[in-house]
């Protein structure tokens, strides 16, 4: 079992930046990847980006250029570093994490974006 708390989420004007934590409760070098989803209003949940236990990271098109996510191994957390925002990047923002061939996720934080 792996438990995902995220932090970090609010309300930010558009152009603005946020970071998102994601702590888990396990060893973060036993999880293989660790990333992030959101899902807007009346839209399915997506991948946002994520980054694999070598640091190997994948970003969806819209988020290239101004998200960044890092992990740091030794507190077991992945960050989200969000830049330019926009009010498309709503959301309820979910961590994730993949163990042992086993999905794990968080309760999620909200970002909303509007002036």
């Known amino acids: 079992q792996v438990q995902l708390v995220e932090s970090g989420g609010g309300l930010v004007q558009p152009g603005g930046s946020l970071r998102l934590s994601c702590a888990a409760s396990v060893s973060a070098f036993t999880i293989y990847a660790m990333g992030w989803y959101r899902q807007a209003p009346g839209k399915q949940r997506e991948l946002v980006s994520s980054?694999?236990?070598?640091?190997?990271?994948n970003y969806a098109d819209s988020m290239k250029g101004r998200f960044t996510i890092s992990r740091d191994n030794a507190k077991n957390t992945v960050y989200l570093q969000m830049n330019s925002l926009k009010p498309e990047d709503t959301a309820v923002y979910y961590c994730?994490?993949?163990?042992?061939?086993?999905?794990?996720w968080g309760k999620g934080t909200l970002v909303t974006v509007s002036s």
């Open positions: 994730w994490s993949v163990r042992d061939g086993m999905s794990y």
């Open positions: 980054i694999t236990s070598g640091g190997r990271t």
